[in-house]
Nanobody
Framework: QVQLVESGGGLVQPGGSLRLSCAASGFILDYYAVGWFRQAPGKEREGVSCISSSDGSTNYADSVKGRFTLSRDNAKNTLYLQMNSLKPEDTAVYYC???????????????WGQGTQVTVSS
């Protein structure tokens, strides 16, 4: 069964950190481009970061560059998103996703997990 299961969300104060995890099952994570999207209440889904399977390159939304880091543990078949210097505007449900392609160019992420809530508030 193909599945993506996110975890690691929670409530954190501004300036704090969280690490999100995405455990994949039923397929090999590093065979495909995978990444993270987020959706805040009343807003459209936003691409956060993606890692390519063809060359391992990563990209980030301008809003998170320098604060978020995407990584992949192939032995654990798990994707991570380290989030530092969190801001209230980072509050959203974060989804791990793939579109079964190999590059992040035009990444649609149209297969995703159940999501994990991140709330940044004092």
């Amino acid at each position: 069964q193909v599945q993506l299961v996110e975890s690691g969300g929670g409530l954190v104060q501004p300036g704090g950190s969280l690490r999100l995890s995405c455990a994949a099952s039923g397929f090999i994570l590093d065979y495909y481009a995978v990444g993270w999207f987020r959706q805040a209440p009343g807003k459209e889904r936003e691409g956060v970061s993606c890692i390519s399977s063809s060359d391992g390159s990563t990209n980030y939304a301008d809003s998170v560059k320098g604060r978020f880091t995407l990584s992949r543990d192939n032995a654990k078949n798990t994707l991570y998103l380290q989030m530092n210097s969190l801001k209230p505007e980072d509050t959203a449900v974060y989804y791990c996703a793939t579109d079964w392609g190999h590059d992040c160019s035009g990444f649609k992420g149209d297969y995703w997990g159940q999501g994990t809530q991140v709330t940044v508030s004092s």
